[in-house]
């Protein structure tokens, strides 16, 4: 029986197709080849047209891969990927990436099942999962102007984790700003160069349920001693916690215990310690005795940035005018861009055309909510002192006059809703006030829109104009 690593290849074709539809199979396991196996390592190479190919199989169908390959080559087979990059000239070339550690005893490139131990089993210190994204590292993390400082200090840290500089440190932004790829990327750096380290990443949502589900199998302690043993904790969106009294409650003494011990806690957020209302006092103490950092939305340049060493990563070719096309119109998200990129790619795979101007436009509307003439701050102050008789000049001085404070607050409310502009840029532009004072003003605004109904006509009013103008 002719049993040839090419041969044993086209029988796991075979049975993967009787598994998945015949469009899944054309779109997805058909443009495969097969390249080499190497009996003495274990390790399978085949060929895919690009880096978007191996993500979408091994988050699809990495379990299918893995009960085909092992019934065919038999067990610990290492799944190796190869990018085409010139198919015209048939030329294959691994794409450059950065270095991926070896995190956790797992390689997400490997078909072997991990598993990783529960929170209780690992009560006491061993090596655990530190459920960090490995595709998530500093080196395709841009920087730009907008994150410039949080990376540079992120980067310090996972380099220096020992010292108790800027202990803990908050970054906070609006969606799709990059802070969950900043907070990996600081876990994975730190992993790489301390491999010993015990590094966690959790989001808030999952701590919380760990918490609650400790507490009704009555081991809250086990849980608190858990989390006590680790050296980086990485806490994403914590602003989940408002109303979760207890599990502030809890992690205030982890949180503790780790600073006093010289441990290291990253905190991300989509807002500012100051506007977290229904956090403890405490804790947002705690908060604030470290580095708080703010990431703002990424300009037009580093979305260019961004946009290109993704292509690069991913083995692409997009034009020059479409790239800043997208840059232009996605909102200043990243992770608009990256999925306007995905989808780009998806289709031309699947409908075997070029990527253009004419798919980016139909993707674009598909996957961004486009403002064909954003509002500008010099738009809505103009609106609002109109509609309050006031001039510009007086709301943007420092003068207290009630209707001159109201005008400004409005102002600000109005246009951190309008716009995509970070509090700190608001208040610049509104008398060169700081980002605080925008988050109280726009705290105070909705605070009155929720009991004064009169105050709400006056805001549809202005906000009805705004649409007039556009």
């Given amino acids: 029986m002719?049993?040839?690593?090419?041969?044993?290849?086209?029988?796991?074709?075979?049975?993967?197709?009787?598994?998945?539809?015949?469009?899944?199979?054309?779109?997805?396991?058909?443009?495969?080849?097969?390249?080499?196996?190497?009996?003495?390592?274990?390790?399978?190479?085949?060929?895919?047209?690009?880096?978007?190919?191996?993500e979408y199989l091994e988050e699809n169908y990495l379990s299918l891969l893995t009960k085909v390959l092992t019934r065919h080559f038999g067990v610990g087979i290492r799944l190796n990927y190869r990018i085409?990059?010139?198919?015209?000239?048939?030329?294959?070339?691994?794409?450059?990436?950065?270095?991926?550690?070896d995190i956790d005893k797992t390689n997400r490139r490997t078909t072997g099942i991990n598993q990783s131990p529960t929170i209780l089993d690992a009560a006491k210190p061993q090596d655990i999962d530190s459920q960090l994204d490995l595709h998530h590292t500093f080196a395709n993390y841009i920087e730009g102007d907008s994150n410039k400082l949080p990376r540079s200090v992120g980067l310090s840290i996972a380099e220096h984790p020992n010292s108790r500089q800027f202990n803990p440190m908050f970054i906070y932004g609006p969606s799709g700003c990059g802070k969950t790829h900043l907070i990996n990327a600081i876990g994975v750096r730190a992993k790489e160069l301390y491999?010993?380290?015990?590094?966690?990443?959790v989001s808030a949502r999952l701590f919380q349920v760990q918490y609650t589900d400790a507490v009704l199998k009555n081991c809250t302690n086990d849980f608190i001693n858990f989390y006590q043993t680790i050296d980086m904790l990485i806490v994403d969106d914590i602003q989940e916690w408002t109303?979760?009294?207890?599990?502030?409650?809890?992690?205030?003494?982890?949180?503790?215990?780790?600073?006093?011990?010289?441990?290291?806690?990253?905190?991300?957020s989509d807002r500012p310690p100051v506007d977290?209302?229904?956090?403890?006092e405490r804790l947002l103490t705690r908060f604030c005795c470290g580095l708080i950092a703010e990431l703002e939305r990424p300009n037009p340049q580093l979305c260019v940035d961004i946009l290109k060493n993704k292509i690069k990563r991913d083995g692409l070719h997009i034009p020059d005018d479409v790239v800043q096309f997208i840059a232009e119109t996605a909102n200043g998200s990243v992770r608009d861009l990256e999925g306007v990129i995905n989808s780009l790619l998806a289709f031309s795979v699947v409908y075997n055309c070029k990527i253009d101007m004419r798919l980016a436009e139909r993707i674009i509307k598909r996957a961004v909510k486009i403002d064909n003439e954003p509002l500008t701050m010099d738009d809505i102050l103009d609106t609002v002192c109109n509609h309050f008789n006031v001039t510009t000049a007086a709301v943007i001085s420092r003068s207290r006059k009630r209707d001159y404070v109201v005008a400004r607050q409005v102002s600000m409310y109005l246009a951190q809703k309008y716009t995509k502009m970070p509090a700190s840029r608001i208040g610049k532009l509104v008398g060169g006030r700081d980002h605080s004072t925008v988050i109280h003003s726009c705290t105070q605004?909705?605070?009155?829109?929720?009991?004064?109904?009169?105050?709400?006509s006056e805001i549809q009013s202005i906000e009805n104009s705004f649409k007039l103008k556009r």
């Fill in 195 to 201: 491999p010993q380290k015990r590094i966690l990443y």
């Fill in 445 to 456: 605004i909705e605070n009155r829109l929720k009991i004064d109904k009169m105050f709400c």
């Fill in 243 to 268: 109303s979760a009294a207890k599990t502030q409650e809890t992690f205030f003494h982890i949180f503790n215990h780790l600073t006093r011990n010289g441990k290291r806690i990253i905190l991300a």
């Fill in 84 to 101: 085409i990059i010139d198919k015209g000239n048939k030329l294959t070339q691994e794409i450059e990436q950065e270095p991926v550690p």
């Fill in 276 to 280: 977290l209302q229904g956090m403890s």
């Fill in 2 to 54: 002719d049993n040839t690593p090419s041969t044993l290849w086209d029988k796991c074709l075979l049975l993967i197709k009787e598994n998945v539809s015949e469009q899944q199979y054309k779109t997805w396991f058909n443009p495969i080849k097969f390249e080499s196996f190497n009996e003495a390592t274990r390790t399978l190479i085949i060929q895919v047209p690009s880096n978007f190919f191996v």
